[in-house]
C-alpha cells in the first residue's frame, strides 16, 4: 500500500492543477484517473476541441465573407470534415500529454483506474488500496439528461455535447436543445460548416443569467449568421428514425405546437455534478439538493481530510473556476488558508463575435438595491474593429454611481475572451471606472473600446 499526503480524484482542470500546485508545495502527491488520458472533460471532449472546431469553422466564416472584399481571390475553401476532425483530435492530445509531461516533471503519479473512496484517509483504485492524509473529490460533472431524448453519441443522431464533437458527417438541419454556452458554440460551428441550425429554449431569451441588454444583442448577431432560434419552447418529444430525428415542442406562452425534422439533434440542456462510484453515501459525506459535494471555507466536507473542488460543488461550471479552487484548496492542505474571490470569476463564450461578463450585470446591481451608473461603447467607434470586419457588439460596464468602483463588465465583441481581463485585475484592485479611463491604451487595438465605456462612466466617451 503506498502512502501519500495527497490523492486527487479526476484529473481534469480542478484536478490537475490541484495535483501540480500540491507536490509543488511538497506533499507527496498522486492523481487518479479512470479515462485513458489526462486532462478531463475539458481538454479531452470540452473546452479543447470545441476551441479548435470554432477555430477552423471561424477561418472558414473569414474566408468565404470577407477575403473578397480585402482583394484576397483564389478558390474558395471547401471542408473536409475528416481532417478537421483530426486536427481537433490532435489538438486534444498534444493538451492531455502536456498535462502527462508535467505531472512527470512534478512528480505527481498518475494513479489509472476509477477510484473509490472505502473509509476516511484511504482510495482504492482497481484492486489496491492507498492511504492518504488527504483525499481531494475532482470528479467533475456530465451532460443532464432528457428522458424522452434517447443520446447515442456513437449513432451521431441524438447527440449530447460530447456526441456533437464528433458527429460522423455534416448534418443538413440540426436541432440544438438549450441555449446556454455550449449548445451556442455548437451551432456556431455547424451553421458554419453550411448547416440547418434552430435553437430551442425553455427560457424567454438565450444565455439566461446574462446581462439582458447584452443577451438580446447576442440573439440578432447569432440569427444574422443564419441560426433559427425558438425562445419559451418546451421541447416534448425526440424520436429517432434512421438516420433522421423528429423534434416537438410547445410553446409556453400559448401552447402553439412546433416540429422539426432533422439530421441531428444536439441535447444542451446543462450538466450535473459526477460522483458516482466513490462511495460517498456509505461515507456520510454531505450533499446539496442539486448532488454537489458541499463544501466549507477551505473546501472541506464534514468528513476530516476530504475536500471537493471543481464542477462537482456548486459554483459556475467553468474550467478556470475548477483550477483556482484546485490551486486554493493545495494552499488549504499545506499552509491552512487558501483563497478563490467568486465576485471575479470571468465567463465567456467563444463564438465570432465573442461574448464575455466578469462580476455583476446590471440588473443584479440594481436588485441587490446600488445606484449605478452604465458606461457603454460600441465597437463600431472602434478603427481596428472597422478595419477587421469585428465591429459589431458593444461594450458595457457597471460602475457603482456613488464611488465609481467597477462592479461588472459585459463586452459583446472581438477577442471580448480576452479583453474582459483587463477589466477582472482592475475588479481584483478595487479599481474605479476613472482609473480605466486614464490609463493610456495602445491604439489601434480592441481594448480602446473599453477605455472608452469606463470614459462613458465619467464625462463621455471620445468616439461615440
Ligand atoms: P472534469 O473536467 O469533468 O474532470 C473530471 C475527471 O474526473 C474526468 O476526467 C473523469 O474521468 C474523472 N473521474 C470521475 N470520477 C472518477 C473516479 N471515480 N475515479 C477516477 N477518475 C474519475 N469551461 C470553460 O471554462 N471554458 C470553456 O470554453 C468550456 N467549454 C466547454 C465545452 C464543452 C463542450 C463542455 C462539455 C464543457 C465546457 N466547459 C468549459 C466546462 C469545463 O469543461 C468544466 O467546467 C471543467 O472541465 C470542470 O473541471 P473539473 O476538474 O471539475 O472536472
Known amino acids: 500500500m503506498a502512502t501519500y499526503d495527497v490523492i486527487v480524484i479526476g484529473s481534469g482542470p480542478g484536478g490537475y492543477v490541484c495535483a501540480i500546485r500540491c507536490a509543488q508545495l511538497g506533499l507527496r502527491?498522486?492523481?487518479?484517473?479512470?479515462?485513458?488520458?489526462?486532462?478531463?472533460?475539458?481538454?479531452?471532449v470540452?473546452?479543447?476541441?470545441?476551441?479548435?472546431?470554432?477555430?477552423?469553422?471561424?477561418?472558414?466564416?473569414?474566408?468565404?465573407?470577407?477575403?473578397?472584399?480585402?482583394?484576397?481571390?483564389?478558390?474558395a475553401p471547401s471542408v473536409d470534415w475528416k481532417r478537421m476532425q483530426s486536427y481537433k483530435q490532435d489538438v486534444v492530445e498534444q493538451n492531455t500529454k502536456g498535462v502527462e509531461f508535467l505531472f512527470?516533471?512534478?512528480?505527481?503519479?498518475?494513479?489509472?483506474g476509477w477510484a473509490e473512496i472505502p473509509e476516511a484517509g484511504r482510495v482504492k483504485v482497481g484492486e489496491e488500496v492507498h492511504e492518504a492524509r488527504n483525499v481531494v473529490i475532482a470528479t467533475g460533472s456530465e451532460a443532464?439528461?432528457?428522458?424522452?431524448?434517447?443520446?447515442?453519441?456513437?449513432?451521431?443522431?441524438?447527440?449530447?455535447?460530447e456526441g456533437a464533437l464528433r458527429l460522423p458527417r455534416i448534418p443538413k438541419a440540426m436541432a440544438v436543445i438549450g441555449g446556454g454556452v455550449i449548445g451556442l458554440e455548437l451551432s456556431s460551428v455547424y451553421a458554419r460548416l453550411g448547416a440547418e441550425v434552430t435553437v430551442l429554449e425553455?427560457?424567454?431569451?438565450?444565455?439566461?443569467?446574462?446581462?439582458?441588454?447584452?443577451?438580446?444583442?447576442?440573439?440578432?448577431?447569432?440569427?444574422?449568421?443564419?441560426?433559427?432560434?425558438?425562445?419559451?419552447a418546451a421541447v416534448e418529444a425526440v424520436e429517432r428514425k434512421g438516420r433522421k430525428a423528429t423534434v416537438r415542442w410547445k410553446l409556453r406562452k400559448d401552447g402553439g405546437e412546433g416540429e422539426a425534422q432533422v439530421d441531428a439533434v444536439l441535447v444542451a440542456t446543462g450538466r450535473r455534478p459526477f460522483t458516482e462510484g466513490l462511495g460517498l453515501d456509505a461515507l456520510g459525506v454531505e450533499m446539496t439538493d442539486r448532488g454537489q459535494v458541499k463544501v466549507r471555507d477551505h473546501w472541506d466536507?464534514?468528513?476530516?481530510?476530504?475536500?471537493?473542488?471543481?464542477?462537482?460543488?456548486e459554483g459556475p461550471m467553468l474550467a478556470h473556476k475548477a483550477e483556482d479552487e484546485g490551486m486554493a484548496v493545495a494552499e488549504a492542505i499545506a499552509k491552512g488558508h487558501g483563497h478563490v474571490n467568486y465576485r471575479v470569476i470571468p465567463n465567456v463564450i467563444y463564438t465570432a463575435p465573442e461574448v464575455a461578463a466578469v462580476g455583476l450585470t446590471e440588473e443584479q446591481a440594481?436588485?441587490?438595491?446600488?445606484?449605478?451608473?452604465?458606461?457603454?461603447?460600441?465597437?463600431?467607434?472602434?478603427?481596428?474593429?472597422?478595419?477587421?470586419?469585428?465591429?459589431?457588439g458593444f461594450v458595457k460596464i457597471v460602475a457603482d454611481a456613488e464611488t465609481d468602483r467597477i462592479l461588472g463588465a459585459h463586452i459583446v465583441g472581438p477577442m471580448a475572451g480576452d479583453l474582459i481581463h483587463e477589466i477582472a485585475v482592475a475588479m481584483e484592485f478595487g479599481a474605479a471606472a476613472e482609473d480605466l479611463a486614464r490609463t493610456c491604451h495602445a491604439h489601434p487595438t480592441y481594448s480602446e473600446a473599453v477605455r472608452e465605456a469606463a470614459l462613458a462612466c465619467g464625462d463621455g466617451a471620445i468616439h461615440a
Open 29 to 44: 502527491t498522486a492523481c487518479v484517473e479512470g479515462r485513458e488520458t489526462l486532462g478531463g472533460t475539458c481538454l479531452n
Open 46 to 75: 470540452g473546452c479543447i476541441p470545441s476551441k479548435a472546431l470554432l477555430h477552423a469553422t471561424e477561418q472558414l466564416h473569414e474566408a468565404q465573407e470577407n477575403f473578397a472584399k480585402m482583394g484576397l481571390k483564389g478558390a
Open 104 to 112: 512527470k516533471k512534478n512528480k505527481v503519479d498518475w494513479l489509472k
Open 144 to 161: 443532464s439528461a432528457l428522458p424522452f431524448a434517447e443520446v447515442d453519441n456513437d449513432g451521431g443522431v441524438i447527440v449530447d455535447s
Open 202 to 232: 425553455y427560457a424567454a431569451g438565450i444565455t439566461p443569467g446574462m446581462d439582458a441588454e447584452v443577451a438580446r444583442q447576442f440573439q440578432k448577431i447569432m440569427a444574422k449568421q443564419g441560426i433559427s432560434f425558438v425562445t419559451g
Open 301 to 313: 466536507t464534514n468528513v476530516p481530510g476530504l475536500y471537493a473542488i471543481g464542477d462537482c460543488i
Open 366 to 392: 440594481k436588485d441587490g438595491g446600488r445606484e449605478v451608473k452604465v458606461g457603454k461603447f460600441a465597437f463600431m467607434g472602434n478603427g481596428r474593429a472597422r478595419a477587421n470586419f469585428a465591429a459589431e
